[in-house]
């Protein structure tokens, strides 16, 4: 089974802080997405990225960037934290061959103070 | 642009009654997939179920189906005998043009009762 790990499940952090988020998968996958959900709102696509080194912009990149390295490693980044950053963010990954479900970790609630 | 619509903010059903869940969806490409996940109340996503934009036969598996009905624009999930444990959140999404990109619906929650 796909396997995708987020480094902590509950955080909480400080506005002005940078904040880290890591992912990690364990399928040789060469699609990651990193996505925030709020309620009412569903989820939102921050950053993916299909292979090293690349990343596109998603729907909400405003606030974040990202970080891939290595295949398996796929890192959101707040530069300085902010208080309407509260949210649960998501890391999924996915094969490039056709229509392939997205895999997801088991999310970060993020608490900005 | 695709957009995923769930009519439903919240259901509930009675234990071993068979559910739909409503996802319509907009696009004007040709080729798309379908998906459903389902989220429990401790977070994670898990994808249930596929369909793609030619794909004949409705997908099944398990105790899950989906209702297809291109013409109309709906990939309505059904849960067949549901179970307590289904209760949670379910997410319809679309993928468009072979892009690994996913939109997703708002959801519905679902509540089983004993």
């Known amino acids: 089974d796909v396997k995708v790990t987020q480094s902590s499940r509950y955080l909480v952090k400080r506005t002005g802080e940078k904040v880290f988020l890591e992912c990690v998968q364990d399928m040789d996958h060469e699609n990651m997405f990193w996505y925030r959900q709020d309620p009412g709102l569903g989820l939102r696509l921050i950053y993916f990225?299909?292979?090293?080194?690349?990343?596109e912009k998603g729907d909400i990149p405003e606030g974040y960037s990202v970080s891939r390295e290595k295949k398996e490693r796929f890192s959101l980044i707040l530069e300085s934290a902010s208080t309407n950053q509260t949210s649960m963010y998501l890391c999924a990954s996915s094969l490039t061959r056709g229509y392939q479900p997205q895999h997801f970790g088991d999310g970060t609630r993020l608490s900005i103070l | 642009a695709q957009k995923i619509t769930q009519t439903q903010p919240g259901m509930f059903v009675q234990e071993k009654e068979a559910v739909t869940l409503d996802c319509t969806y907009d696009?004007?490409?040709?080729?798309?997939?379908l998906f459903w996940y389902k989220q429990p109340s401790s977070g994670e996503m898990i994808f249930l179920i596929y369909?793609?934009?030619?794909?004949?036969q409705n997908a099944t598996e398990g105790r899950y189906s989906l209702n297809f009905q291109k013409a109309r624009k709906s990939a309505n999930l059904v849960i067949s005998a549901s179970q307590l444990g289904d209760s949670a959140m379910y997410f319809c999404a679309m993928s468009i043009q072979g892009a690994q990109k996913l939109v997703f619906g708002q959801g519905t929650r679902l509540t089983i009762n004993p």
């Open positions: 990225s299909y292979d090293v080194k690349m990343k």
């Open positions: 369909q793609g934009s030619y794909d004949q």
């Open positions: 696009t004007s490409d040709p080729s798309y997939g």
